[in-house]
T-cell receptor, first 115, second 111 residues
Framework: NAGVTQTPKFQVLKTGQSMTLQCAQD?????MSWYRQDPGMGLRLIHY???????DQGEVPNGYNVSRSTTEDFPLRLLSAAPSQTSVYFC??????????????FGQGTRLTVV | KNEVEQSPQNLTAQEGEFITINCSYS?????LHWLQQHPGGGIVSLFM???GKKKHGRLIATINIQEKHSSLHITASHPRDSAVYIC?????????????FGKGTHLIIQP
């Protein structure tokens, strides 16, 4: 099993560019989510999905879009990159809703720099 | 919104020492997670607790629901335990996914 595969690992963007961070899991998990991690702050939820075709906003959704066309994939799109989106991004999945009662599996992270 | 505080923020210890990392939260929860973030950045789930105590190898996690406090202990610490340890709580009335993360404890174990 590959678990959660997140790509790319590193990315540098210019302000205004768009890009998609890919996230795929092979564990048939219903719940997937995207977080960003900034220095001196805890992980913050960007968007999440409780199943194919269902997505919702988290704590910091502005500037990001998501879709969930299949159970396996949950891409995160940056529409017009801004320096404030410089961060480390993590995708996570779990079998339980909101991974309150089950183990969560994380991708390796994407270190994004917007210049 | 639940407030999650971890202490200490940074901890440097010698190999073999007994390590304790603390997590306190402000409102009732349904579950608490301990995560480990490796120096390379990857995050691994260590424990999920809703009561009592759990043990896995040299790691022990405890939670006191009444005191709104959890501890992560590492016995016979080793340099490979060097990582950031993150506490996350699932609030009983939380919005979105109801999870609040601590800022992490940066642990360095010196040989």
């Amino acid at each position: 099993n590959a678990g959660v595969t997140q790509t790319p690992k590193f990315q540098v963007l210019k302000t205004g560019q768009s890009m998609t961070l890919q996230c795929a899991q092979d564990m048939n998990h219903e719940y997937m989510s995207w977080y960003r991690q900034d220095p001196g702050m805890g992980l913050r939820l960007i968007h999440y999905s409780v199943g194919a075709g269902i997505t919702d906003q988290g704590e910091v959704p502005n500037g990001y879009n998501v879709s969930r066309s299949t159970t396996e994939d949950f891409p995160l799109r940056l529409l017009s990159a801004a320096p404030s989106q410089t961060s480390v991004y993590f995708c996570a999945s779990s079998s339980g809703g909101f991974w309150a009662f089950t183990e969560a599996f994380f991708g390796q992270g994407t270190r994004l720099t917007v210049v | 919104k639940n407030e999650v505080e971890q202490s200490p923020q940074n901890l440097t210890a010698q190999e073999g020492e007994f390590i304790t990392i603390n997590c306190s939260y402000s409102v009732g929860i349904s579950a608490l997670h301990w995560l480990q973030q490796h120096p390379g950045g990857g995050i691994v789930s260590l424990f999920m607790l809703s009561s009592g105590k759990k043990k896995h190898g040299r790691l022990i996690a405890t939670i006191n629901i009444q005191e709104k406090h959890s501890s992560l202990h590492i016995t016979a610490s080793h340099p490979r335990d060097s990582a950031v340890y993150i506490c996350a709580v699932r609030s009983t009335g939380g919005g979105a996914d109801g999870l609040t993360f601590g800022k992490g404890t940066h642990l360095i174990i010196q040989p």
